[in-house]
């Protein structure tokens, strides 16, 4: 049996994963990840709309994500295999037991629409991470924040509202550029007085994302308070933030 320590955990995960509830079924299958695949939930969501989301991200979602990319990945019995492009193929085991230090749970977050690209995300006792699999170099980078690819897969945007949580203390906001073989980190911001609730690219190098702050006097609930875009040009980075709130 799973202990109360990592079941609250997981709640927690799913808190700060909401950004989803019902597939796009009209979307046309380009870059897929496991949030793009689901409808944005608005910043303070009812007890239905959480709960489509469970179903969605837990259940619905992941079938359809594994049968999009059925050529390359499959899970069976606990064990995920991941096909490079050489034909070789990465393998990774699930152990589900109620053991803090040998915990870990895989399953495929998506890819990018190349499927050069993959993201597998791991769950652990009391934290996680995606892991970005380039399917060409075999290179394996590590991230903590939720992955958005662009359009062209030239560009991957990650980020995190980790204010609430008592695994992570950071919140994460970050580009970076797909070379051939290597990440380039383009921007990276230390925010504090607001968060990125949901992103979505606009265009190829155009990105829009949704902030949230705490609410005045209740740092239990979150507001929406605006919106970023980023507009990439080369390696520059062009930041505008529209204020929807007043943050105190």
Not at 68 to 76: E, P, V
Not at 78 to 93: E, M, R, S
Request: net charge negative; hydrophobic share 40%.
């Amino acid at each position: 049996m799973m202990k109360i320590q990592h079941l609250i955990t997981y709640v927690g995960l799913l808190g700060l994963l909401i950004s989803s509830t019902v597939l796009q079924a009209a979307e046309p299958v380009r870059h897929m990840t496991l949030q793009q695949l689901c409808d944005s939930l608005p910043v303070q969501p009812t007890y239905q709309q959480f709960q489509d989301y469970e179903h969605c991200t837990k259940e619905q979602g992941p079938e359809q994500i594994a049968v999009l990319f059925a050529d390359i990945y499959q899970k069976k019995q606990g064990k995920v295999t991941l096909a490079y492009l050489d034909g070789c193929k990465l393998l990774l085991q699930d152990f589900i037991a109620d053991d803090a230090e040998r915990y870990q749970n895989f399953s495929l977050w998506g890819c990018d629409h190349t499927k050069r690209y993959c993201v597998i995300f791991e769950a652990r006792w009391e934290w996680w991470r995606y892991l970005l699999i380039d399917r060409k170099t075999k290179i394996t980078t590590e991230f903590t924040g939720h992955l958005v690819f662009s359009p062209d897969s030239q560009l991957v945007f990650e980020y995190l509202d980790s204010r609430n949580s008592d695994t992570f203390d950071r919140t994460i906001l970050k580009l970076y550029r797909l070379n051939d073989d290597k990440l380039t980190l383009l921007l990276e911001r230390n925010e504090t007085d607001f968060g990125v609730h949901s992103a979505k690219w606009v265009a190829p190098s155009t990105l829009e994302a949704r902030l949230q702050h705490f609410a005045v006097n209740d740092f239990n609930r979150y507001v929406e308070v605006g919106m970023m875009r980023l507009a990439v040009s080369g390696d520059e980075v062009k930041v505008v933030i529209e204020k929807t709130t007043q943050i105190q």
